[in-house]
């Protein structure tokens, strides 16, 4: 049976089940849900308004035996960027939708009557919408535990916690891991995008699938292979991620002079051993837990953990570089144990690691905590956001809106999202993905840290401005294709060095689907992408001013390098030149 | 021109396992980042270095080391 668009109304309660139009039929992932927000979402909607939607969508190979393909795509138009975002997630969502033939999950409206919640399940052919009380004000693992009692152990959840309830800015959607932890769609507040649809939770049914076809089986299996070797055979994929984790970046970056630490101010922590890979690989070795999870089914990377206090008690899983450097680093928190504590908080209140974290660092430039207080931090997400206080709902707005009611200078956000775990002045080229991005200020969206100082893909130097345009330029346009496969982000480590990745990754989808890409339809696919999002983002009022640095980064020179953000601003809206 | 050279060493990941984190040690003048790659033995069959890093700027292996150089060793490594 053809994959379907599955349509919920949360104004009529209702839902429809739809053909895919022909013109979606070649899309997946992100290349989906950018292609249906800019022809569906009015890019001038609020945000939190009954005219935007909520598009998921697995990814091309998500549901097939591909190694890595288990990501999920989301997208809408932010309440925080006030832009087009797409948010990927791993999970058992995607291969689960993937394989009951769900091409994408389309929300749209609000319910007339905002006294309650939902919960939308959606099966074989059929969606069901029911309120659920019994579930409002409760956290993610609350959720979890109920939906797998109500069905089974393998039902794929999404939920949002009493911050996305309250619609705050720093919430996400947290989905159900394969261990029964969780993982989230985490960037732009996309958790308010939820609550303000009146959706507690979302199910999908894992009992009662078929598995997906492959128009070309043993083409299939053999690029397949390949590929697995790929990442396996790659010391960064197939070695240093599964031993360390992300976390093995805080020393590399540190020593590199490119680990944004309090607030911004310095590009080295003296915090960076105590918080590091390393020690965090050790603590693991020493207490039990484990330093190889699977964020997703089918992966062979295994970058995720399960990190134990002293007495061998379950801590934390899926603790990332990017939430341990904003603690540990940027807030100064020194204390490995307390950071994973709170990490599990906030997985069960569903917050974004990275925007929560950089707007308590700014929290210590306008004196509501001090520099380093992981206990305050803690007490500030658990007794003031998660209840909605006054305080809690300044918190909850993220990291721009913060810098705003104080009236504070150093604010480090673009588009009003928080810059992650990698100074722009000393890591350049990530500057500029995270000002060109039409997401806001992201990591993930063109990774120009592999080149500038992981020496993968060759090397551009981080201190220098040459050459970066181009290399955030051509990162963007593949991660952009890359997230439309349903592919895991790391695969970019072996694909940029290894010359036998991205073909086997290209021949995986012509044998699923029977068609004929080349190199240059994944490329071209990678630039429609980016020029779709940026045109809606044109249209929603943002523009080459919003591709900007915060000022303070082009005046006060960053140590140890004491470099400035030197781009003049036609050198980077060149990147918008192809 | 056999003057010593204070030189920090820093060693990051696996390259720390059996080794050390951290050491300050004395070399002959001239002695360059590969000499001290050989005299660890970091080879390429297992774990071939990744990146190098003297005073937090990545340099080649044949740099001549200058007294009171931090010399950082990094295997392959990556995340985000």
């Known amino acids: 049976m053809a994959d379907k668009i599955y349509r919920v109304n949360m104004k009529e309660l209702s839902f429809k089940i739809e053909d895919v139009p022909n013109h979606w039929m070649g899309l997946g992932g992100r290349g989906l849900t950018s292609t249906i927000v800019a022809a569906e979402v009015d890019p001038e909607c609020h945000p939190l308004g009954p005219n935007n939607k909520m598009v998921f969508a697995p990814g091309l190979l998500s549901g097939t035996s591909a190694a890595n393909s288990g990501r999920n795509s989301l997208g809408a138009k932010s309440p925080l960027t006030g832009g087009i975002k797409e948010s990927n997630v791993g999970g058992t969502i995607a291969g689960i939708m993937a394989k009951l033939g769900v091409k994408a999950l389309i929300i749209e409206g609000i319910p007339e009557d905002n006294s309650t919640f939902y919960h939308i399940h959606v099966s074989r052919d059929n969606v069901e919408i029911v309120q659920v009380p019994e579930l409002v004000g409760k956290d993610n693992y609350f959720v979890l535990d109920s939906m797998e009692k109500k069905y089974s152990k393998k039902v794929a959840v999404m939920t949002i916690g009493r911050p996305g309830e309250m619609k705050m800015l720093v919430s996400n959607i947290s989905v159900r891991d394969p261990k029964g932890k969780l993982r989230s769609h985490g960037r732009g507040g996309l958790g308010a995008v939820m609550g303000s649809k009146k959706i507690k939770c979302i199910t999908v049914d894992a009992q009662n699938y078929k598995e997906v076809s492959y128009e070309d089986s043993e083409k299939f299996k053999a690029a397949s292979k390949i590929f697995t070797k790929a990442l396996q055979n790659n010391p960064i994929s197939g070695e240093g991620l599964p031993a360390f984790g992300t976390n093995v970046l805080v020393n590399i970056v540190n020593e590199a002079g490119g680990l944004p630490s309090r607030n911004f101010r310095t590009g080295n922590s003296e915090n960076a051993e105590a918080i590091c890979g390393e020690t965090m690989a050790e603590n693991i070795k020493e207490r039990g837990g484990s330093t190889t999870h699977g964020c997703h089914s089918g992966c062979v990377i295994q970058c995720s953990q399960t990190y134990n206090d002293k007495d061998g008690n379950y801590l934390s899983s899926g603790f990332e570089y990017e939430m341990i450097w904003a603690f540990g680093a940027n807030l100064g928190i020194n204390d490995l144990d307390l950071i994973a504590k709170i990490d599990a908080l906030m997985d069960d209140l569903g917050l974004d690691a990275i925007e929560m974290g950089v707007c308590l660092g700014l929290a210590v430039d306008a004196s509501i905590l001090k520099f380093g207080d992981g206990k305050e931090a803690y007490r500030l997400i658990k007794d003031e956001v998660a209840k909605g206080t006054p305080m809690g709902r300044i918190l909850g707005s993220g990291t721009g809106n913060l810098g705003k009611l104080y009236g504070l200078v150093r604010v480090p956000v673009v588009k009003n999202q928080s810059i992650p775990a990698y100074e722009p002045r000393a890591i350049k080229g990530q500057g500029i993905t995270y000002v060109t991005t039409p997401m806001g200020a992201d990591h993930t969206a063109g990774y120009a840290v592999a080149t500038n100082i992981l020496n993968s893909g060759g090397f551009v130097d981080p201190l220098k401005k040459d050459g970066q345009v181009e290399l955030s330029r051509n990162l963007q346009i593949a991660s952009a294709a890359i997230d439309s496969t349903g592919m895991c982000i790391f695969v970019a480590f072996p694909a940029l060095d290894d010359p036998a990745c991205l073909p086997a990754l290209i021949d995986m989808l012509n044998a699923r689907f029977g068609i004929s890409l080349t190199g240059d339809d994944v490329t071209n696919l990678g630039k429609t992408i980016l020029k779709t999002e940026r045109a809606f983002n044109l249209k929603a009022g943002l523009t080459s001013a919003d591709d900007r640095i915060p000022e303070f980064m082009k005046y006060e020179a960053l140590p140890p390098h004491n470099v400035k953000w030197d781009f003049t601003n036609e050198e980077i809206d060149e990147f918008w030149n192809f | ?80």
Do not use: C, W
């Open chain 2, 1 to 80: 021109m056999s003057e010593n050279i204070n030189i920090t060493l820093k060693l990051f990941a696996q390259y720390r396992d059996g080794r050390f984190k951290v050491e300050k040690r004395v070399y002959k003048s001239g002695t360059t980042p590969q000499n001290i790659i050989d005299e660890l033995g970091i080879t390429k069959d297992k774990l071939p270095l990744g990146v190098l890093m003297v005073n937090s700027k990545h340099e080649k292996e044949e740099y001549i080391l200058q007294e009171g150089d931090t010399l950082a060793l990094f295997p392959k490594i990556g995340g985000g």
